[in-house]
């Protein structure tokens, strides 16, 4: 199963439009996103960047208001289309907010909540799901020995990593990050940003960010939005070193922000 | 179908049910009030002091009890302000922040907040017995305050720490005093959430019955000075529901209905208010 | 120079007036103690809390009955709000569209100030006969319909705004992002509520309930007109109730003249008292400890 999806996108938009409200954020969007590499969707903030990537695991419809035309396919299925079961989708990607949002439970609690509303009860399964993926996310080491501490206990960049391996105990193909180091000292920033070279031998990661300097840091492929519509899209190396559009041009050098 | 799936539908369906129920339980009062009230409404009824006795009377209308209560409520709401207003400046802008005196008295106000009204009652009627004063009007004022102002110091008292603190330093800045700061900056900022408290608490205070039992009483007559009993709309309603005969207890209904329009009105008031009064505010 | 002085004053005068609240506990606690001193010092307080012999004329004030009446009332009235309430609330709060969120917040508040005497009105009316008519019969037993279900009927839908309003401001409060984190995970709506959501919201929806509860606990007018208000320990909902405040309500004020009557029903107004403070001081303690554990 896995080695057939490889070749084709994970994640393939097709003329995407969302509305809120009157409000036109996304305009007539398409674009493929490759798998197992780091995708950066860079732009001005307002543009659209957090809604393109809320729209690949349906957390946009949970504003109000909302309304969605185009199709994504995820693994091939439109996950817009009617009857998509939105739990299994929302199941295979992870998610990283702008702020950590740890759950309110304790450290353990949080690796294990995704796997047991899966359906996993054994005690000795979940013990070996939490140690995994806290050693995934960088965090066993600095755990290990309070697991049963509130995750609130946790210092920020301490919570970003928890919530991290919370995303990947449910064993996704897919990681979302909405500008995850935001709010983050620099030390931390850079272990998240290790973590996510390290990871993307295993999974698609798509980082929203509005630091330049980061996508350039992270990205293989870098997508950019300006005020809801696609600019230009394509390898990090092509966007940064020499861009088709001006519009482009001028951003990644800085000119608008 | 997945089990997950189940379970989400039977939640969300007992929960919209149970909110449907909610609201369809507080529908049918209204139906009810409305329904035996309005038949039982005429000029007569708004205009006229019961004839006859209020108990056994079949003549004559509510007119005490309306006036009673508009009496008594008002003098108990300025009363209660006189009260509250001073305590929620003192709490905020004098006091030190997490002061003992400051704890102690929010926690009293709580406490104070949930005493039941009859203990109201029976509390200020042994006042009363100790100061040698009957039932009147005044003793009903006096209760309803004590009952009211909880009410309104707290609700107050949420509005005005929401003052931002750094209005409390521009004001000292400028050379202000405490009391031109409370005064000046701080009433000034929390006038919608003092106009919304009061009128909150007087809705409270005209709707009461237990704590002006004792206190009130009750009177055929609209009441001419503070020391004759008051007649209220809620004993009004609670005494000729209780009588035999039907002309009496259709002003019991009349003056359900009244005290659930006046309230309503005063709540209505109070949100257009609210809403128009928070130009000058700084958030 | 005058200025000052007039602010220290003013000082002065709103800390005599920032007094009054507690100052008033105070003398409700120590005035309602003076006066109910007189029984407290000839009969032993077990007897008066527990004993359910009740003739004033003879001296006899147990106040068993009336406690029980309190406990079943209050008690069958939460269990209906609790339930129907938090679901309520749940419904409003997560699953409602916007729309509907909006018309209903301001019909809530409208509600929670009508006064309880309507509610009682509305009992007497419509849910005393129903009693009567439908549900006894249908339990297959007989009731004039004034009874604990009916008072906690009655109560539990005055109380339904109270609860209604401040858990759904409470539930409101937890920031969209939890709930997202859940959903990222592939949780439905309803574990995401059930064990996040509502987690967070663990000491607003207490508080909310303690509200509740204290409001039912200590109502007079509602319940006087519905309860029965007759002198034995109910053994069914269908039996009738004599809570506390209704024995205030109908005997204070008229039996001054029987000795250590008015005695023994301010002793029963200082028990309310205490009932409150207690639950306030105890809701305190479980707040601070739910909060600790829970953030």
């Not at chain 1, 909405?178 to 998240?192: C, G, H, N, Q, W």
């Not at chain 2, 007649?231 to 609670?238: D, K, M, S, Y």
């Not at chain 3, 018309?103 to 009567?132: E, H, M, N, Q, Y």
């Not at chain 3, 401040?166 to 995970?185: D, F, M």
Request: proline letters at 5%; glycine letters at 8%.
């Amino acid at each position: 199963m896995r080695g057939a999806m490889d070749h084709d996108p994970p994640i393939r938009v097709k003329n995407l439009n969302i509305y809120y409200g009157r409000e036109h954020a996304l305009k007539n969007i398409s674009v493929d996103i490759p798998g197992r590499t780091i995708t950066a969707i860079i732009g001005p903030s307002g543009c659209g960047k957090t809604t393109l990537l809320k729209s690949f695991n349906r957390l946009v419809d949970l504003a109000d208001g909302v309304a969605v035309s185009g199709e994504v396919l995820v693994d091939g299925e439109n996950i817009y289309a009617p009857g998509v079961d939105v739990t299994r989708v929302r199941k295979k990607m992870g998610l990283l907010s702008q702020k950590p949002y740890p759950l309110p439970m304790s450290i353990y609690n949080n690796v294990a909540y995704g796997p047991r509303i899966h359906g996993t009860k054994k005690r000795g399964e979940l013990d070996r799901i939490v140690e995994r993926r806290l050693r995934e996310s960088g965090l066993w080491d600095e755990v290990r020995d309070r697991l049963h501490a509130p995750a609130s206990k946790l210092s920020l960049g301490q919570q970003q990593r928890l919530c991290l391996a919370r995303g990947l105990a449910v064993e996704p193909e897919i990681i979302l990050c909405d500008e995850p180091t935001s709010a983050l000292d620099p030390v931390s920033s850079r272990r998240i940003e290790e973590r996510f070279r390290e990871l993307k031998s295993s999974y698609t990661i798509v980082v929203v960010t509005h630091i330049l300097r980061q996508a350039k840091r992270l990205a293989d492929y870098v997508i950019f939005l300006y005020l809801g519509e696609l600019v230009e899209h394509g390898p990090a190396g092509k966007i940064f070193e020499e861009p088709e559009q001006a519009m482009t041009r001028e951003y990644v050098k800085g000119s608008i922000s | 179908m997945d089990a997950r799936k189940v379970e989400e539908f039977v939640w969300k369906t007992l929960a919209a049910a149970a909110a449907f129920a909610l609201f369809l339980s507080l529908f049918l009062i209204m139906a009810t009030i409305l329904a035996k009230g309005l038949p039982s409404l005429n000029m007569a009824m708004l205009t006229q002091t019961p004839r006859g006795g209020y108990y056994l009377g079949k003549e004559g209308g509510i007119l005490n009890a309306i006036v009673g209560s508009l009496y008594l409520a008002g003098g108990a709401t300025a009363l209660a302000l006189f009260l509250s207003v001073p305590i929620v400046l003192y709490l905020n802008v004098y006091a030190k922040k997490r002061s003992r005196f400051v704890l102690f008295t929010r926690f009293s106000l709580d406490v104070l907040w949930g005493v039941p009204s009859i203990v109201y009652g029976a509390f200020g009627f042994t006042i009363m017995l100790l100061f040698g004063l009957k039932a009147s009007l005044l003793g009903g004022i006096i209760a309803v305050a004590l009952l009211i102002l909880p009410i309104m110091s707290r609700a107050m008292d949420e509005v005005v720490r929401t003052v931002p603190h750094e209005l409390f330093e521009a004001s000292y800045a400028l050379g202000a005093t405490r009391l031109e700061t409370a005064l000046k900056v701080v009433a000034r900022q929390a006038v919608p959430g003092i106009v919304t408290a009061t009128l909150i608490a007087f809705g409270r205070g005209i709707g009461d019955a237990a704590s002006v039992m004792f206190t009130a009483g009750f009177t055929d007559a609209v009441p001419s000075s503070l020391l004759r009993p008051a007649a209220t709309l809620p004993l009004a309603i609670f005494y000729q529901l209780g009588t035999p005969f039907p002309e009496v207890q259709n002003r019991a209904y009349a003056s359900a209905l009244i005290l659930t329009l006046i309230v309503l009105a005063i709540s209505l008031v109070s949100r257009v208010l609210a809403r128009n009064l928070t130009k000058h505010i700084v958030k | 120079m005058i200025r000052l002085v007039k602010d220290k004053l003013a000082g002065a005068g709103m800390l005599a007036l920032a007094g009054v609240p507690g100052l008033v506990v105070f003398a409700m606690i120590l005035g309602l103690y003076g006066r109910s001193r007189p029984i407290l010092a000839a009969k032993p307080l077990s007897e008066l809390l527990f004993s359910s012999s009740w003739h004033p004329l003879r001296g006899e004030f147990g106040l068993f009955t009336f406690i029980m009446g309190t406990l079943w009332v209050t008690a069958v009235a939460v269990a209906i709000a609790i339930p129907l309430c938090l679901l309520a609330s749940i419904y409003l709060a997560e699953y409602a569209p916007r729309r509907l969120r909006e018309w209903t917040a301001p019909l809530i508040d409208l509600l929670a100030g009508i006064p309880s005497v309507v509610f009682g009105v509305w009992g007497v009316l419509v849910v005393v006969p129903l009693i009567k008519n439908h549900v006894a019969p249908l339990a297959g037993v007989s009731s004039s319909g004034y009874c604990v279900l009916a008072a906690g009927i009655v109560l539990a839908v005055m109380v339904f705004p109270v609860i209604v309003h401040v858990s759904v401001e409470v539930l409101k409060t937890v920031p969209n992002e939890v709930r997202e984190a859940s959903l990222a995970l592939g949780a439905t709506r309803w574990q995401t509520i059930r064990h996040v959501v509502m987690r967070k919201a663990m000491p607003g929806v207490i508080a909310a309930v303690v509200l509740g509860l204290s409001r039912a606990f200590g109502e007079t007018m509602a319940v006087l007109m519905v309860a029965g208000n007759v002198a034995a320990v109910p053994k069914t909902v269908f039996d009738p109730a004599y809570p506390l405040p209704a024995l205030i309500a109908n005997k204070y004020g008229e039996m001054l003249s029987v000795p250590m009557y008015d005695s023994a029903l301010l002793l029963a107004a200082l028990a309310l008292l205490m009932v409150v403070l207690l639950v306030n001081v105890a809701a305190r303690a479980i707040l601070l400890r739910v909060e600790r554990s829970v953030q």
